[in-house]
């Protein structure tokens, strides 16, 4: 049984074994407590005081009350516990959760993905092909559906729609989350001072905590990450106790309020208030969509464990505490006492005070990092400007930091806390934004049930149905208060999406353009005698988009320039709908053009969760990769090669000396002698001599089989290329809409996308290429 891949700093998990010992299941159940139900373990502090707000009227019955319980009881049972724990979990792509995860595997069913460099290479890694040749066959409805799907740019537009509205929603959380989680947490002091005073003492606090988690982010959570779990098993064993503490102590019979009855005395008494109140009731699951979203870091078995046995009861408990509580105290002059806290002990209000706050910046600090992680697959797949991006962890690749993400976040979390600076806007904002991407969930699953479980129809209509109906409802109560801070989510959304779509949308315009006005190769290699065309000593390294085809940037360049290197490799670097790609299966190399001409093609593929490389192991591991194509002369073999001039050229998938160490391998002079001669079965190719090379490169070639003298003339040209450095010629593009277009096409062209572009990041490789080496290539693309 291979061993997980854990980190023991933090414990995060790589979901990439199919079993686990009983002992790492337990490790990780308890480590995802720290991470996954912050959020949804701290919705005690809020949910009774925000549904008996406004909207329901105390009677001296408890009928009010019970109705309330019995409201949340079942929508934890029936919302994380059925549909998350034993139905949502299982759709996980390759062991990742999320919106964009679902979006990502019904792009690997269906071909509707948003991508526009995508290719049949790509559906080769096995990563994509995993769940695709597994299963049983796919119905005849599901067979309609997907080529529907893939017939109709109309309904793969709308699908990328639904995917952006879940996403935009889950940023909006991560605004709303940390601002009514820590301002219920310090509202524990309304109780030692008046009512005048104490909103005074609570929006100061309440601020000066959310800047303070802010401006650690950059820390990254792995420094701390250690203490979640503990604070939060803290805070559960202690709303647990004083549960347990007030049904025995108040009313040992509330337990009658978890029959469904009382939820039907409840609507038919209260009626509209009853509805409008069910936006407050809704806060008790927020933080459900973690345990989907966090799953590429644990096993589904634990999650599950860690909910059902310790969380969920935990919440039962604590809420029917609090009802047994409020239903001898239900008659109170001051509604704003409504809270969590009155229900504890006087004597451990301040220490549960405390926990509480601890417990709220937990709960935060996941979402933050969450909202930090699917902003990174968007960018990934081209649904959002490029952000810096900074690993905090050197071990824990999901460990992030987005400097500019996290500041705007911290402004609006605080524009939040003090323009509302109560409980009840604030969950009536964050309420619209959970069940918003839980609806999205409940849309995607059901087609991810027919596409991609291949089962019947009617199973994703009950699915739909079901747990849409109950969603549908609570998603009405909150719409319902949009003027009371539900307009917040929507106006947060909608900035975001419009800030995904249009940036989406440009750069989809952009590589239409490069596809439309690529040149092929023939035309460069017969410009050589009428430009009369001179290759110099070096590898150029040209950057595009384009996986085929040269790129019209480089068609400008030589026009006016006529000449380049002496080996050329056209550069793709692309993302693919899947988390993770192997190293083995990252590059893809081929010739473009006849093999005497030097010229190569190399996509590198990563997945929406890998981590760029932008070292100059990066530019290694490339040269090697040719090296390595060169020498198995895969695409090439049989003497081929001089007839390979048209565009679509033969590529072979070839590993890197990390992951190939029987490879082919290259070494430095400057490298430690001892390295280079410590591979036995390697024999040597050196470069040509030349005049002062500027560094000696050698490659370690495999003793077998043997190398015939074009692949070592092939290679001694590459090696002697190497030597005399690599220039970098990226291509730097203003983009217009053409003439003739409709005003919004130019607003979205010209204003839209040229001010996110001029506003965001370089991609990684320019950032990482050294100055003296690059060359950038300007050009106007007309879409």
């Known amino acids: 049984m291979r061993q997980p891949i854990m980190d023991l700093e933090s414990g995060f998990y790589q979901n ?81 959760g999320g919106t964009f995860a679902l979006y990502s595997l019904l792009c690997r069913h269906a071909r509707v993905s948003s991508l526009p460099s995508c290719q049949l290479a790509d559906e080769e890694l096995s990563a994509y092909k995993k769940d695709i040749i597994t299963g049983p066959a796919q119905t005849t409805f599901g067979s309609r559906l997907k080529s529907t799907l893939e017939r109709h740019r109309v309904l793969q537009r709308c699908l990328l729609i639904l995917a952006l509205i879940g996403t935009s929603m889950v940023i909006g959380d991560g605004v709303l989350t940390p601002a009514i989680s820590v301002f219920s947490a310090v509202s524990g002091v309304e109780l030692a001072m008046s009512k005048e005073h104490h909103k005074y003492v609570e929006v100061p606090v309440a601020c000066i905590i959310l800047i303070g988690l802010f401006a650690l982010q950059h820390y990254g959570t792995h420094r701390v990450g250690f203490l979640f779990a503990p604070v939060v098993i803290t805070w559960l064993l202690c709303i647990s ?140 797949l081209g649904c959002f400007p490029k952000v810096k991006i900074v690993h905090t962890s050197s071990k824990i690749h999901g460990q992030i930091y987005i400097p500019e993400v996290n500041w705007i976040l911290m402004l609006l979390c605080l524009a939040v806390t003090i323009g509302f600076r109560d409980t009840r806007r604030m969950g009536n904002a964050s309420g619209l934004a959970v069940i918003t991407v839980m609806l999205v969930t409940t849309c995607l699953m059901s087609l991810v049930i027919v596409l991609c479980w291949n089962q019947s129809v009617f199973l994703a209509i009950c699915f739909v149905f079901f747990f849409g109906a109950i969603e549908a409802l609570y998603f009405s109560a909150s719409l319902i208060k949009f003027l009371e801070g539900a ?72 026009t006016n320039l006529p000449a380049f290197h002496q080996v050329l490799i056209f ?41 760029h490389k932008d070292d100059m192991e990066f530019e290694k591991d490339l040269v090697c990769s040719i090296a390595e194509f060169i020498r198995t002369g895969t695409a090439t073999a049989n003497g081929e090669s001089e007839n390979l001039s048209k565009e679509d050229e033969e590529m072979a998938v070839v590993g890197t000396p990390s992951t190939h160490p029987k490879g082919i391998q290259m070494c430095d002079d400057d490298m430690n002698n001892t390295h280079c001669a410590s591979t036995s079965e390697l024999r040597e190719i050196r470069s040509p001599p030349v005049i002062q090379p500027r560094k000696r490169v050698r490659f370690l070639i495999p003793e077998s089989p043997k190398i015939d003298k074009d692949v070592q003339e092939e290679l001694g040209e590459l090696m002697e290329a190497r030597e005399a450095g690599m ?24 204003i839209g996308y040229e001010f996110l572009r001029r506003n965001s990041r370089a991609p990684t490789y320019a950032l990482s290429v050294p100055h003296a080496s690059t060359l950038e290539v300007g050009m106007v693309y007309h879409v």
């Open 571 to 611: 550069l793709c670097i692309k993302s693919v709908p899947i988390p993770h790609v192997k190293h083995e299966e990252r590059f893809l190399v081929g010739h473009v053009g006849p093999r005497e001409y030097r010229l190569y093609r190399c996509i590198v593929r990563y997945g929406y969760r890998d981590a």
């Open 16 to 96: 990439h074994v199919k079993k686990e010992s009983w002992r790492t299941v337990l490790t990780l159940a308890y480590q995802s407590l720290g991470v996954v139900y912050g959020d949804l373990s701290t919705s005690p502090l809020y949910v009774y005081k925000s549904t008996f707000d406004e909207d329901i009227v105390h009677s001296e019955t408890n009928e009010e009350i019970y109705g309330v319980l019995s409201f949340v009881f079942w929508t934890l049972t029936l919302v994380p516990l059925l549909k998350y724990v034993f139905i949502v979990l299982k759709a996980d792509d390759n062991g990742e």
């Open 727 to 750: 220039a970098y010629i990226l291509g730097h593009s203003y983009v217009r809409a053409k003439q003739g277009s409709s005003l919004v096409k130019k607003l979205v062209v010209n």
């Open 487 to 558: 307009w917040v989510p929507i106006a947060l959304a909608f900035i975001f999406m419009m800030v995904m779509y249009i940036w989406h949308y440009g750069t989809l315009k952009k590589y239409e353009f490069d596809v439309q006005n690529k040149v092929s190769v023939d035309w460069l290699l017969s410009l050589g005698p009428s430009l009369g065309i001179v290759r110099v000593r070096g590898i150029g390294l040209i950057h595009t988009e384009l996986v085929s085809g040269i790129p019209a940037i480089f068609s400008h360049f030589v």
């Open 241 to 380: 106790t004083i549960g347990l503490y007030n049904i025995i102590h108040w009313n040992p019979h509330v337990y009658q309020a978890l029959s469904p009855y009382y939820m039907y005395k409840f609507l038919k008494k209260t009626q509209r208030g009853g509805w409008m109140s069910l936006g407050g009731i809704l806060l008790c699951i927020t933080g459900s969509e973690a345990m989907f979203a966090d799953l590429g870091h644990f096993s589904q078995l634990s999650i599950k464990i860690a909910f059902t046995f310790v969380v969920y009861p935990s919440l039962i408990l604590a809420y029917m505490g609090q009802a047994a509580y409020l239903s001898r105290h239900h008659v109170v002059e001051n509604d704003y006492r409504i809270g969590f806290y009155v229900s504890v002990p006087e004597k451990l209000r301040w220490p549960v005070l405390a926990i509480a706050i601890l417990a709220a910046v937990v709960g935060s600090q996941a979402i933050i990092t969450g909202t930090f992680s699917i902003i990174k697959q968007c960018s990934a």
